[in-house]
T-cell receptor
Framework: KQEVTQIPAALSVPEGENLVLNCSFTDSAIYNLQWFRQDPGKGLTSLLLIQSSQREQTSGRLNASLDKSSGRSTLYIAASQPGDSATYLCAVRPGGGADGLTFGKGTHLIIQP | AAGVIQSPRHLIKEKRETATLKCYPIPRHDTVYWYQQGPGQDPQFLISFYEKMQSDKGSIPDRFSAQQFSDYHSELNMSSLELGDSALYFC???FGRGPYEQYFGPGTRLTVT
């Protein structure tokens, strides 16, 4: 059974810092990996999607990398802003025709003004 | 851009009652997914539909059922509600079952008293 782990569980940094969120998964046979942002009590906003054949994706200040063979992904946030404060969730879509995403428990990020 | 629409946004039911949640996917999206997120938990995949047929099944209780209609909207029917069913229920949609990004709706918050 696929398990997704996110480290750290919580992170608090001053505004302007660059930071890295980590995600690891136990079964490397994945279809793709998505990073989401969730504000308290709100829905999930998709940030980046990386296909299993890709190594990284970039969107604005965000860059996500994928090392499928080692079961790891990282989300890099450049020049952090208070508005980046949220919970960041990593989710993998298994291979073999399965539809459902398996989520990690998230990293709760606070950017201090 | 149009997003996934879920209704109602909030629902309060008593134990043993029934509830119906509705999901309207992004236009031209033919695949719908349902997830349940309990308090402080990561989202758990329940069930998915592609072209009005069930395509994958996750941890959906037998008391729950779902279907997708000819206009691609989907309904999640929940019977004999239990206190433990209190959660955020998300619907997501994608264009096809392939390696496509899943776009999440704002969720329906169900409270069972």
């Amino acid at each position: 059974k696929q398990e997704v782990t996110q480290i750290p569980a919580a992170l608090s940094v001053p505004e302007g810092e660059n930071l890295v969120l980590n995600c690891s998964f136990t079964d490397s046979a994945i279809y793709n990996l998505q990073w989401f942002r969730q504000d308290p009590g709100k829905g999930l906003t998709s940030l980046l999607l990386i296909q299993s054949s890709q190594r990284e994706q970039t969107s604005g200040r965000l860059n996500a990398s994928l090392d499928k063979s080692s079961g790891r992904s990282t989300l890099y946030i450049a020049a952090s802003q208070p508005g980046d404060s949220a919970t960041y969730l990593c989710a993998v879509r298994p291979g073999g025709g399965a539809d459902g995403l398996t989520f990690g428990k998230g990293t709760h990020l606070i950017i201090q003004p | 851009a149009a997003g996934v629409i879920q209704s109602p946004r909030h629902l309060i039911k008593e134990k043993r009652e029934t509830a119906t949640l509705k999901c309207y996917p992004i236009p031209r999206h033919d695949t719908v997914y349902w997830y349940q997120q309990g308090p402080g938990q990561d989202p758990q995949f329940l069930i998915s539909f592609y072209e009005k047929m069930q395509s994958d099944k996750g941890s959906i209780p037998d008391r729950f059922s779902a279907q997708q209609f000819s206009d691609y909207h989907s309904e999640l029917n929940m019977s004999s509600l239990e206190l433990g069913d209190s959660a955020l229920y998300f619907c997501a949609s994608s264009f096809g079952r392939g390696p496509y990004e899943q776009y999440f709706g704002p969720g329906t918050r169900l409270t069972v008293t």
